[in-house]
């Protein structure tokens, strides 16, 4: 399952890009439609993570260096931003949610205005995809896998702690 969402992830790269290009050659149709488009399928490919750490899936590097089967539901899902490359993919996430967002919602009147900004969005969402892909990703495999996985860092189990990342980059973006 986790070379799908690796896969979306290239697909939601290559989507940013688009949304760039239409958004500054000024086709705001295209360009939004490369806005929803990308949103949805970071938004798979960050569910299939989810689901890996849902699942204690070992054999996925990230999962067997944050996540242990002995830890409850909460951690083991926090466990997915409670690291580097987790905290990228949420990071790509909720910036290509805002880019979705207004794609869906800007209704200035002046298409060229929102052409242009969907296109400064998709190069930056495209800035996060690609560091996300290329430096810093989340979907390395480990053969063989391990039996049991190190555990999430302890200083990041405490309830108030598994939101703080998601509620914080909201914030930001």
């Known amino acids: 399952m986790i070379e799908a969402g690796h896969f979306a992830a290239f697909l939601a790269l290559g989507a940013t890009l688009a949304q760039a ?12 439609m490369a806005a929803v488009t990308g949103f949805g399928l970071m938004a798979f ?8 750490f849902a699942v204690s899936d070992f054999s996925l590097a990230l999962v067997a260096n944050n996540s242990h089967t002995l ?3 909460l951690y083991k899902i926090a466990g997915t931003w409670g690291n580097h490359e987790g905290s990228m993919a949420l990071w790509a996430l909720v910036t290509l ?6 794609a869906a919602l800007m209704k200035t009147g002046r298409e ?12 930056l969402s495209a800035g996060a995809m690609g560091y996300l892909l290329f430096a810093s990703s989340p979907y390395l495999r480990l053969d063989p896998a391990p039996f049991q996985g190190a555990g999430l860092n302890p200083l990041l189990q405490d309830p108030a702690l598994s939101f703080h990342p998601p509620m914080l980059y909201l914030g930001y973006v």
């Open 112 to 123: 060229r205005f929102e052409s242009r900004a969907l296109g400064v969005q998709g190069f």
């Open 97 to 102: 949610a805002f880019g979705a967002a207004a």
């Open 71 to 73: 830890k409850p539901m």
């Open 21 to 32: 290009i239409f958004g500054l050659k000024g086709d705001r149709r295209w360009a939004g």
């Open 45 to 52: 490919s960050f569910l299939t993570l989810v689901h890996a």
